[in-house]
Nanobody, 124 residues
């Protein structure tokens, strides 16, 4: 069982930066792949980024590639999402998720555990 809790969201002007954090409980955190997803009002939840258990090469959605960095600190049971050059279209509730699965990690259905989310609002 893994419990997740996001923090770091807020209101920021376009062009600004935010770092989201996701703290996880559980002794097996390092064995889980971690993902970030987001959901804007009236839209489906969409993939943002994932990083595998060993912290290997991360994978990003095209919409955030080059502007965002996902990282993890297994000693702290925490995964981060650094977002730069934020745009109004980045406004959404951001969720972190965890899964022991090894494939298909861009799909929300592949994740077993979810945090409650943190709101990110980017003003123009």
């Amino acid at each position: 069982q893994v419990q997740l809790g996001e923090s770091g969201g807020g209101l920021v002007q376009a062009g600004g930066s935010l770092r989201l954090s996701c703290a996880a409980s559980g002794r097996t955190f390092s064995s889980y792949a971690m993902g970030w997803f987001r959901q804007a009002p009236g839209k489906e939840r969409e993939f943002v980024a994932f990083i595998i258990w060993s912290g290997g090469v991360p994978y990003y959605a095209d919409s955030v590639k080059g502007r965002s960095t996902i990282s993890r600190d297994n000693a702290k049971n925490t995964v981060y999402l650094q977002m730069n050059s934020l745009k109004p279209e980045d406004t959404a509730v951001y969720y972190c998720a965890a899964t022991p699965k090894r494939s298909g990690l861009v799909a929300a259905t592949r994740y077993d555990y979810w945090g409650p989310g943190t709101q990110v609002t980017v003003s123009s």
